[in-house]
């Protein structure tokens, strides 16, 4: 194999795009990271290359990608811009890959389900949204997987529940509880945090993601990427607080009208969320079971997980929200 076909381009180099990258790396991988900029306020993990070019420029993407053996598309947007961006990068990268012949894998959220009355969420779950957002993603959803249905391209979605792991600042389960446990304070949490709910640690998202990216079965097809049996957010407190070294303390703020009360979110930011407060209403389980069997992936255990976050937060410098 040439290193040409061994190449892997991955689009983004947030706490996705680098974890993958960290991944593909040690599977023995050419790696290509690329963002606007072709700058990161961090390193990027070691023997990746960084370049810069715009996913929303489909000749950048068909350039960028030239001689892939798999794109990814772990690109991000703010919420407010994601029906202008979003459905571009989507087009780019189904054309990149069908330009170059690579296989495209595309990581995603749980949006496109809506509330599941705290049913188990599998492949086979319905696409039920009622946000705005969870539309917009089932149709990018349906369009990524015309594009392999119809052998334009190749394709396989991996979807994941809240993050939380090393790199992982902006999220339920990073800057307003690790820091704060840390430091001793009070973490915040959403809703109920007596309901079970998933969170998918960052290198399992990454060890789904390389998978799809190797494993011709994965194409055509969405899967639900590895995650424990569904915890308590009082639960994951406590396993956190236990990591730390101190008696976990945790205020759970219930509603959006407290969340604003409080300032927690910036009120832009607020605006886009509210439609999505029902995931901390109610249950939120993902059954991975798919993929665990397809391709023997197993989650990592969550005090393992929640450990090595920790650690990262002591050694990292001060996030900010």
Not at 27 to 32: E, F, H, I, K, M
Not at 111 to 140: D, F, I, Q, W
Not at 168 to 177: K, W
Request: with cysteine.
């Amino acid at each position: 194999m040439s290193m040409n076909q061994d190449l892997h381009v991955v689009f983004g180099t947030g706490p996705a795009g680098t974890t993958l990258a960290d991944e593909l790396l040690a599977r023995g991988r050419r790696v290509r990271l690329v963002n606007r900029t072709g700058t990161t306020p961090a390193p990027i993990p070691a023997g990746a290359e960084l370049v810069a070019g715009d996913a929303a420029d489909l000749a950048t993407v068909q350039a960028l990608s030239a001689g892939a053996a798999a794109i990814y598309n772990c690109t991000h947007a703010s919420y407010e811009r994601w029906p202008e961006v979003l459905p571009r990068l989507q087009e780019n990268m189904i054309e990149g890959a069908a330009a170059t012949g690579a296989k495209l894998v595309v990581i995603d959220t749980l949006y496109l389900y809506g509330p599941t009355g705290g049913r188990p969420m599998t492949e086979e779950t319905p696409h039920l949204a009622v946000s705005r957002k969870g539309r917009l993603r089932a149709e990018l959803a349906w369009g990524y997987l015309q594009a392999h249905r119809v052998g334009k391209a190749r394709v396989a979605i991996g979807r994941a529940a809240d993050f939380f792991g090393p790199r992982v600042i902006n999220s339920t389960l990073g800057q307003f509880t690790f820091p704060a446990a840390l430091a001793g304070e009070p973490m915040v949490a959403f809703g109920d945090v007596d309901l079970p709910h998933s969170y998918s640690y960052m290198p399992d998202i990454a060890r789904g993601l390389a998978t799809l990216g190797e494993r011709d079965e994965a194409l055509g097809r969405d899967w639900l990427l590895p995650v424990v049996p569904a915890p308590t957010t009082r639960q994951v407190a406590d396993a956190i607080g236990a990591a730390v070294g101190r008696p976990p303390q945790l205020v759970a703020i219930p509603s959006m009208e407290a969340v604003r009360a409080l300032g927690v979110l910036d009120p832009v930011f607020a605006d886009e969320y509210e439609e999505l407060f029902y995931q901390y209403t109610e249950p939120q389980i993902v059954d991975s079971s798919a993929i665990e069997r397809a391709f023997g992936l197993r989650p990592t255990p969550l005090t393992e997980a929640l450990a090595a976050t920790v650690r990262w937060y002591r050694e990292a410098p001060p996030p900010a929200a």
